[in-house]
């Protein structure tokens, strides 16, 4: 590292990189297989079984309480660690599955499906923290990569899956099996000890934790989220719309999901390898432009050679786009806001994707698809002013984001003459 500059000094011998994998971490990944099928398991399996009337509201009330559970999920690591939220979040994720069976009222769904939303967003958060903890700093990116590899396969198997078990073997079997999934991995996490956000360092008291509102003003968090935000849209438009836009070729727009899918996946890798190296700051500018370029080329729908380039570039930069920023975040604060980093950028992704896929369908009414898919590549480009800040800011040097302490309910009275 240049002094002066801050910057890697390319005549400098190369650091000798620390090992990625430890016996921490693979269990975590064992936690991370688990409760990913145990939530995609039923995430389609669930509305086909509650029928028209009840599907929405299943739906509905699982992803209002993932949110909800990712807002309250920083201020619940702060005050407990993140050992004891992520067997809670498992427990709740997989218990009331159980019992799902037992009746098929609507009512009855929707309050399972709420209750295991609220675990299943706690574990995001829990998971995500204690799986940045364990990661060398030096392979962030990398490390995070890898991670998403682990739970984004099993959650491409288990999706389909799910709906295939539940036609052929019955709703209760794959109702069981999604409890299980999640329940038998929660003897895993008191390996994770290391990784706990109210362990201090050694001879010292740990740092305070930045928290939702503070995160959120400091640019140097805010900035990322809002260029992955922005990824995150076009990702709820591509997934609800392209099979609407081309129905005829029932053929293509599943590979086109297989190429995006795979292509993002294999640029998370590349992007956490490269980040790793030259630092991700450089790499946000790049995957916002590939993202909005490829989602611009699907406008040209009656080519199929265009949709399956468009999702492909797309799928590059939305992956490139999700690591570096995450790997950012995580970079700018303590160990103590994983969780508040963890929560932010997933509700970037969740919420992203809700609003994608609701508002576009607004556009696309009046617009057309084509044409819609075109204004929201333009309109993702407004993402590139706070991208191109934040690297004039610092980049991968920017200041650490810290706490801000409370502020007194009144002014200190000032001193009498």
Same mark, same amino acid.
């Given at each position: 590292?240049?002094?002066?500059?801050?910057?890697? /000094?390319?005549?400098?011998?190369?650091? %000798?990189? !620390?090992?990625?994998?430890?016996?921490?971490?693979?269990?975590?990944?064992?936690?991370?297989?688990?409760?990913?099928?145990?939530?995609?398991?039923?995430?389609?399996?669930? !509305?086909?079984?509650?029928?028209?009337?009840?599907?929405?509201?299943?739906?509905?009330?699982?992803?209002?309480?993932?949110?909800?559970?990712?807002?309250?999920? !920083?201020?619940?690591?702060?005050?407990?660690? #993140?050992?004891?939220?992520?067997?809670?979040?498992?427990?709740?994720?997989?218990? *009331?599955?159980?019992?799902? *069976?037992?009746?098929?009222? *609507?009512?009855? %769904?929707?309050?399972?499906?709420?209750?295991?939303?609220?675990?299943?967003?706690?574990?995001?958060?829990?998971?995500?923290?204690?799986?940045?903890?364990?990661?060398?700093?030096?392979?962030?990116?990398?490390?995070?990569?890898?991670?998403?590899?682990?739970?984004?396969?099993?959650?491409?198997?288990?999706?389909?899956?799910?709906?295939?078990?539940?036609?052929?073997?019955?709703?209760?079997?794959?109702?069981?099996?999604?409890?299980?999934?999640?329940?038998?991995?929660? +003897?895993?996490?008191?390996?994770?000890?290391?990784? /706990?956000? #109210?362990?201090?360092?050694?001879?010292?008291?740990?740092?305070?934790?930045?928290?939702?509102?503070?995160?959120?003003?400091?640019?140097?968090?805010?900035?990322?989220?809002?260029?992955?935000?922005?990824?995150?849209?076009?990702?709820?438009?591509?997934?609800?719309?392209? *099979?609407?836009?081309?129905?005829?070729?029932?053929?293509?727009?599943?590979?086109?999901?297989?190429?995006?899918?795979?292509?993002?996946?294999?640029?998370?890798?590349?992007?956490?390898?490269?980040?790793?190296?030259?630092? +991700?700051?450089?790499?946000?500018?790049?995957?916002?432009?590939?993202?909005?370029?490829?989602?611009?080329?699907?406008?040209?729908?009656?080519?199929?050679?265009?949709?399956?380039?468009?999702?492909?570039?797309?799928?590059?930069?939305?992956?490139?786009?999700? #690591?570096?920023?995450?790997?950012?975040?995580?970079?700018?604060?303590?160990?103590?806001?994983?969780?508040?980093?963890?929560?932010?950028? #997933?509700?970037?992704?969740?919420?992203?994707?809700?609003?994608?896929?609701?508002?576009?369908?607004?556009?696309?009414?009046?617009?057309?698809?084509?044409?819609?898919?075109?204004?929201?590549?333009?309109?993702?480009?407004?993402?590139?002013?706070?991208?191109?800040?934040?690297?004039?800011?610092?980049? /991968? /040097?920017?200041?650490?984001?810290?706490?801000?302490?409370?502020?007194?309910?009144?002014?200190?009275?000032?001193?009498?003459?």
């Amino acid at each position: 590292m240049n002094p002066t500059t801050g910057s890697a /000094d390319p005549t400098a011998a190369p650091a %000798t990189r !620390p090992p990625l994998l430890s016996r921490a971490l693979l269990l975590r990944f064992v936690g991370v297989v688990g409760s990913t099928v145990s939530f995609f398991l039923l995430l389609s399996a669930v !509305p086909a079984h509650a029928g028209p009337g009840g599907a929405g509201l299943a739906t509905g009330a699982l992803m209002l309480s993932t949110v909800l559970g990712e807002l309250a999920g !920083p201020r619940i690591l702060d005050r407990y660690g #993140n050992r004891g939220p992520l067997a809670a979040g498992l427990f709740l994720l997989g218990a *009331p599955a159980l019992v799902l *069976p037992l009746s098929g009222a *609507p009512a009855w %769904t929707a309050a399972v499906c709420l209750v295991r939303g609220l675990g299943f967003g706690l574990t995001m958060v829990a998971g995500g923290a204690v799986t940045a903890a364990l990661i060398p700093a030096g392979r962030r990116g990398e490390g995070l990569a890898v991670v998403g590899l682990v739970g984004g396969v099993p959650a491409l198997l288990a999706l389909p899956l799910g709906v295939w078990l539940a036609g052929h073997a019955g709703y209760a079997p794959v109702t069981t099996a999604a409890g299980l999934a999640a329940l038998v991995v929660i +003897p895993t996490v008191p390996a994770l000890g290391s990784a /706990d956000r #109210n362990a201090a360092p050694a001879g010292g008291q740990r740092a305070p934790a930045v928290g939702m509102v503070g995160a959120v003003r400091a640019g140097g968090l805010r900035r990322p989220t809002v260029a992955f935000g922005a990824t995150a849209v076009a990702a709820g438009v591509l997934v609800t719309f392209l *099979p609407l836009a081309v129905p005829r070729a029932a053929g293509v727009v599943t590979a086109a999901l297989l190429v995006q899918s795979g292509a993002s996946t294999a640029a998370r890798w590349a992007a956490g390898r490269y980040g790793d190296r030259r630092g +991700p700051s450089r790499l946000v500018v790049p995957g916002l432009l590939l993202s909005a370029a490829g989602l611009s080329a699907l406008a040209a729908t009656s080519s199929q050679v265009a949709v399956l380039v468009g999702a492909a570039v797309f799928g590059t930069g939305f992956g490139v786009t999700q #690591n570096a920023t995450l790997t950012l975040m995580y970079s700018r604060v303590s160990a103590a806001s994983y969780g508040t980093v963890s929560a932010l950028w #997933n509700l970037a992704y969740d919420g992203g994707m809700g609003v994608g896929a609701a508002c576009f369908g607004l556009l696309a009414a009046h617009l057309g698809y084509a044409r819609g898919f075109v204004l929201t590549g333009l309109l993702m480009l407004g993402a590139l002013v706070p991208a191109l800040r934040d690297g004039r800011e610092g980049g /991968d /040097d920017h200041p650490p984001v810290q706490a801000q302490p409370a502020r007194a309910a009144f002014p200190p009275r000032p001193a009498q003459p």
